[in-house]
């Protein structure tokens, strides 16, 4: 089985200050790990994954996430806030050779000017 | 390159009516194809996944419906729609490289 866990259905922070999104996961084999996100009345877009390469993963818009074993981790950082990342964020997991991902409840961003 | 079409972009239907909102998928031959639901605060749920043509599986009980009756195009549907059913509409196809790629989405209001 394998499931998501997203701290914090709201995230506030200032516009240039960083940005921390945090992803903690349940697989029982090595995970495929994904952000997305949404803007208002969109559909999802990919940020970023992690599928056993370099654990610290560059995605784009300047979000990045580094996958730790130990803590079952995949937090999503951005060293500096726009206005434009305002959105919501969807981490999700893959694994066990079924390719169906399992979402987390989502975190909304909001950035103040 | 990879896209999906879903429509309508807004919905809004009476209790007890009938529900079809429509996918189809440019780009990808023979792919996995989802639909999700989200309702407020409540993330993502996986409604429906089809395989193939004519696979449907589904992940919870409701009274909604899925079908595939071509490659790239995946139907949901309802014969009389529940306030419960409201919530915003995702269509989803298995892209390249592990990822999903989704749909706009629908918004649907049952009043």
């Known amino acids: 089985a394998q499931s998501v866990t997203q701290l914090g259905s709201h995230v506030s922070v200032s516009e240039g200050a960083l940005v921390l999104l945090r992803c903690n996961y349940s697989?029982?084999?090595?995970?495929?790990l994904f952000w997305y996100v949404q803007y208002p009345n969109q559909g999802l877009q990919l940020l970023l994954k992690?599928?056993?390469?370099?654990?610290l993963v560059k995605g784009i818009n300047g979000f990045e996430a580094e996958f730790k074993k130990s803590e079952t981790s995949f937090h999503l950082t951005k060293p500096s806030a726009h206005m434009s990342d305002a959105a919501e964020y969807f981490c999700a997991v893959s694994s066990g050779g079924s390719y169906i991902p399992t979402f987390g409840r989502g975190t909304s961003l909001i950035v103040h000017p | 390159s990879q896209t999906i079409h879903q429509w309508p972009a807004t919905l809004v239907q009476p209790v007890g009516s009938p529900l079809s909102l429509e996918c189809t998928v440019e780009g990808t031959s023979n792919p996995n194809l989802y639909w999700y639901r989200q309702a407020a605060g409540r993330g993502l749920q996986l409604l429906f996944y089809s395989v193939g043509i004519g696979q449907i599986s589904s992940e919870v009980p409701q009274n909604l419906s899925a079908s595939r009756p071509q490659d790239r195009q995946f139907i949901l549907s309802s014969k009389k729609l529940l306030l419960s059913d409201s919530g915003f509409y995702l269509c989803?196809?298995?892209?390249?490289?592990?990822?999903?790629?989704f749909g706009s989405g629908t918004q649907l209001s049952v009043l």
């Open positions: 992690y599928t056993s390469a370099a654990t």
């Open positions: 697989s029982s084999v090595p995970p495929y």
């Open positions: 989803a196809a298995d892209g390249t490289n592990e990822k999903l790629f």
